[in-house]
Protein backbone atom coordinates (compact mmCIF):
# COMPACT_ATOMS: atom_id res chain seq x y z
CA UNK A 1 0.00 0.00 0.00
CA UNK A 2 1.54 2.99 -0.79
CA UNK A 3 -0.56 5.78 0.16
CA UNK A 4 1.18 9.16 -0.53
CA UNK A 5 4.36 9.32 -2.22
CA UNK A 6 6.58 12.17 -1.98
CA UNK A 7 9.68 12.69 -4.34
CA UNK A 8 12.68 13.80 -3.75
CA UNK A 9 13.45 12.59 -0.13
CA UNK A 10 15.84 14.77 0.09
CA UNK A 11 17.71 18.08 -1.93
CA UNK A 12 20.00 20.43 -1.37
CA UNK A 13 19.94 23.88 -3.75
CA UNK A 14 21.50 27.39 -4.21
CA UNK A 15 19.77 30.31 -3.40
CA UNK A 16 17.64 31.23 -6.80
CA UNK A 17 17.53 27.84 -8.26
CA UNK A 18 14.13 26.33 -8.98
CA UNK A 19 12.51 22.82 -8.17
CA UNK A 20 9.78 20.73 -8.28
CA UNK A 21 8.33 18.44 -5.44
CA UNK A 22 6.15 15.64 -6.48
CA UNK A 23 3.39 14.25 -5.09
CA UNK A 24 0.88 11.41 -5.79
CA UNK A 25 -2.04 9.85 -4.12
CA UNK A 26 -3.03 6.30 -4.70
CA UNK A 27 -6.51 6.27 -2.43
CA UNK A 28 -8.62 8.47 -4.76
CA UNK A 29 -8.90 11.05 -2.18
CA UNK A 30 -10.17 14.25 -3.51
CA UNK A 31 -8.42 16.97 -1.94
CA UNK A 32 -4.41 17.57 -1.14
CA UNK A 33 -2.32 19.56 1.11
CA UNK A 34 1.03 20.54 0.57
CA UNK A 35 2.55 21.68 4.39
CA UNK A 36 6.17 22.44 5.45
CA UNK A 37 7.62 21.70 9.17
CA UNK A 38 9.88 23.76 11.00
CA UNK A 39 11.57 23.26 14.37
CA UNK A 40 9.55 25.48 16.73
CA UNK A 41 7.02 25.95 14.32
CA UNK A 42 4.58 23.04 13.85
CA UNK A 43 2.75 21.99 10.61
CA UNK A 44 2.08 25.46 8.34
CA UNK A 45 0.01 24.93 5.39
CA UNK A 46 1.09 26.21 2.21
CA UNK A 47 -1.23 25.81 -0.43
CA UNK A 48 -4.11 23.00 -0.81
CA UNK A 49 -6.58 21.81 -3.97
CA UNK A 50 -10.03 20.45 -2.44
CA UNK A 51 -10.79 18.91 -5.67
CA UNK A 52 -8.76 18.17 -9.18
CA UNK A 53 -8.86 21.54 -10.76
CA UNK A 54 -9.31 23.79 -7.93
CA UNK A 55 -5.92 25.09 -5.87
CA UNK A 56 -6.24 27.50 -2.62
CA UNK A 57 -3.63 29.60 -0.70
CA UNK A 58 -2.93 28.84 2.61
CA UNK A 59 -1.22 30.17 5.59
CA UNK A 60 2.05 30.61 4.14
CA UNK A 61 2.17 30.67 0.36
CA UNK A 62 4.30 33.57 -0.66
CA UNK A 63 7.29 31.84 -2.92
CA UNK A 64 5.34 28.68 -4.19
CA UNK A 65 3.56 27.94 -6.80
CA UNK A 66 0.95 24.40 -7.28
CA UNK A 67 -0.60 22.39 -9.47
CA UNK A 68 -2.80 19.82 -9.39
CA UNK A 69 -2.43 17.87 -12.40
CA UNK A 70 -5.35 15.19 -12.19
CA UNK A 71 -7.07 13.61 -8.92
CA UNK A 72 -3.97 11.76 -7.90
CA UNK A 73 -0.90 14.02 -8.39
CA UNK A 74 0.18 17.77 -6.16
CA UNK A 75 2.97 19.35 -7.00
CA UNK A 76 4.49 22.10 -5.33
CA UNK A 77 7.24 24.69 -6.99
CA UNK A 78 9.71 26.76 -5.76
CA UNK A 79 10.39 29.19 -8.08
CA UNK A 80 13.69 31.22 -6.98
CA UNK A 81 13.98 29.10 -3.55
CA UNK A 82 15.37 31.00 -0.67
CA UNK A 83 17.35 30.05 2.44
CA UNK A 84 13.94 30.71 4.45
CA UNK A 85 12.41 28.11 2.34
CA UNK A 86 14.92 25.20 4.05
CA UNK A 87 12.53 22.97 5.80
CA UNK A 88 10.40 19.46 5.24
CA UNK A 89 7.43 19.62 3.28
CA UNK A 90 4.99 17.20 3.69
CA UNK A 91 2.28 16.21 1.12
CA UNK A 92 -1.09 14.96 2.32
CA UNK A 93 -4.14 14.01 0.83
CA UNK A 94 -7.86 13.43 2.77
CA UNK A 95 -11.37 11.60 1.32
CA UNK A 96 -13.30 14.73 2.45
CA UNK A 97 -13.78 18.22 0.43
CA UNK A 98 -13.17 20.01 3.63
CA UNK A 99 -9.65 20.51 5.32
CA UNK A 100 -11.90 18.36 8.19
CA UNK A 101 -11.48 14.32 7.50
CA UNK A 102 -8.49 12.68 8.70
CA UNK A 103 -4.87 13.67 6.80
CA UNK A 104 -2.74 10.86 5.24
CA UNK A 105 1.08 11.99 5.10
CA UNK A 106 3.55 11.02 2.81
CA UNK A 107 7.35 10.61 4.56
CA UNK A 108 8.37 14.16 3.87
CA UNK A 109 11.09 15.65 1.36
CA UNK A 110 14.00 17.24 3.16
CA UNK A 111 15.14 20.70 1.22
CA UNK A 112 17.86 22.93 2.15
CA UNK A 113 18.96 25.89 0.50
CA UNK A 114 22.42 27.62 0.94
CA UNK B 1 -0.28 33.60 17.87
CA UNK B 2 -0.90 29.97 18.52
CA UNK B 3 -4.24 29.16 17.95
CA UNK B 4 -3.58 25.60 19.96
CA UNK B 5 -1.31 25.56 22.72
CA UNK B 6 0.84 21.96 23.12
CA UNK B 7 2.27 21.86 26.46
CA UNK B 8 5.41 20.33 27.31
CA UNK B 9 6.46 21.28 24.57
CA UNK B 10 9.47 18.41 25.62
CA UNK B 11 8.87 15.08 28.25
CA UNK B 12 11.32 12.41 28.74
CA UNK B 13 10.04 9.49 31.48
CA UNK B 14 11.54 6.06 31.93
CA UNK B 15 9.52 3.05 30.29
CA UNK B 16 6.61 2.16 32.76
CA UNK B 17 6.12 5.44 33.66
CA UNK B 18 2.50 7.24 32.96
CA UNK B 19 2.38 10.85 31.06
CA UNK B 20 -0.41 13.17 30.40
CA UNK B 21 0.12 15.93 27.66
CA UNK B 22 -1.93 19.21 26.88
CA UNK B 23 -3.70 20.72 23.90
CA UNK B 24 -5.13 23.91 25.35
CA UNK B 25 -7.05 27.29 22.78
CA UNK B 26 -9.53 29.79 23.70
CA UNK B 27 -11.03 28.78 20.61
CA UNK B 28 -14.12 26.26 19.90
CA UNK B 29 -13.56 23.14 17.62
CA UNK B 30 -16.45 21.25 16.00
CA UNK B 31 -13.55 18.68 16.39
CA UNK B 32 -9.50 17.50 17.11
CA UNK B 33 -7.89 15.27 16.15
CA UNK B 34 -4.31 13.74 17.56
CA UNK B 35 -1.66 12.38 15.54
CA UNK B 36 1.78 10.15 16.19
CA UNK B 37 4.84 11.95 14.21
CA UNK B 38 7.82 9.44 14.51
CA UNK B 39 11.67 10.62 13.39
CA UNK B 40 11.77 11.04 9.40
CA UNK B 41 7.95 9.85 8.72
CA UNK B 42 4.98 11.70 8.63
CA UNK B 43 2.33 12.35 11.15
CA UNK B 44 -0.18 9.65 11.48
CA UNK B 45 -3.97 10.07 12.40
CA UNK B 46 -4.42 8.27 16.31
CA UNK B 47 -7.75 9.53 17.32
CA UNK B 48 -10.55 12.10 16.32
CA UNK B 49 -12.89 13.13 19.17
CA UNK B 50 -15.89 15.16 18.23
CA UNK B 51 -18.41 15.71 21.28
CA UNK B 52 -17.61 17.56 24.04
CA UNK B 53 -16.25 15.43 27.05
CA UNK B 54 -15.83 12.59 24.89
CA UNK B 55 -13.50 10.13 26.11
CA UNK B 56 -11.69 7.58 23.85
CA UNK B 57 -9.15 4.95 24.30
CA UNK B 58 -6.80 3.43 22.24
CA UNK B 59 -4.67 0.58 24.27
CA UNK B 60 -2.73 2.42 26.90
CA UNK B 61 -3.73 6.24 25.04
CA UNK B 62 -6.41 7.59 26.79
CA UNK B 63 -7.55 10.70 24.91
CA UNK B 64 -10.37 13.67 26.33
CA UNK B 65 -11.63 16.47 24.67
CA UNK B 66 -12.58 18.79 26.70
CA UNK B 67 -16.30 20.22 27.74
CA UNK B 68 -16.22 23.31 26.36
CA UNK B 69 -14.39 21.86 22.80
CA UNK B 70 -11.38 24.17 23.70
CA UNK B 71 -8.79 21.64 24.70
CA UNK B 72 -7.88 18.32 24.91
CA UNK B 73 -5.46 15.60 26.84
CA UNK B 74 -3.21 12.78 26.03
CA UNK B 75 -2.57 10.20 28.63
CA UNK B 76 -0.46 7.35 27.97
CA UNK B 77 -0.42 4.81 30.90
CA UNK B 78 2.65 2.41 31.40
CA UNK B 79 4.61 3.84 27.98
CA UNK B 80 6.82 1.78 26.21
CA UNK B 81 9.82 3.23 23.78
CA UNK B 82 7.41 2.66 21.09
CA UNK B 83 5.19 6.13 22.15
CA UNK B 84 8.37 7.76 21.71
CA UNK B 85 7.39 10.19 19.22
CA UNK B 86 5.96 13.70 18.04
CA UNK B 87 2.47 14.01 19.29
CA UNK B 88 0.67 16.58 16.98
CA UNK B 89 -3.30 18.01 18.01
CA UNK B 90 -4.94 19.47 15.15
CA UNK B 91 -8.26 21.67 15.48
CA UNK B 92 -10.98 21.95 13.08
CA UNK B 93 -12.57 25.37 12.89
CA UNK B 94 -15.55 27.09 12.02
CA UNK B 95 -14.36 27.74 8.93
CA UNK B 96 -13.54 24.31 8.17
CA UNK B 97 -9.74 24.66 8.59
CA UNK B 98 -7.38 21.95 10.14
CA UNK B 99 -5.15 23.74 12.75
CA UNK B 100 -2.20 22.01 14.11
CA UNK B 101 0.16 22.60 17.38
CA UNK B 102 3.23 22.84 17.83
CA UNK B 103 3.64 19.42 19.02
CA UNK B 104 4.56 17.33 22.51
CA UNK B 105 7.75 15.75 21.72
CA UNK B 106 7.50 12.21 23.88
CA UNK B 107 10.86 10.06 24.85
CA UNK B 108 10.55 7.18 26.58
CA UNK B 109 14.12 5.78 28.18
CA UNK B 110 14.46 1.85 28.28
Known amino acids: NAGVTQTPKFQVLKTGQSMTLQCAQD?????MYWYRQDPGMGLRLIYYSASEGTTDKGEVPNGYNVSRLNKREFSLRLESAAPSQTSVYFC?????????????FGEGSRLTVL | TQLLEQSPQFLSIQEGENLTVYCNSS?????LQWYRQEPGEGPVLLVTVVTGGEVKKLKRLTFQFGDARKDSSLHITAAQPGDTGLYLC??????????FGKGNQVVVIP
Open chain 1, 27 to 31: MNHNS
Open chain 2, 90 to 99: AGVQGNNRLA
Open chain 1, 92 to 104: ASSELAANTGELF
Open chain 2, 27 to 31: SVFSS
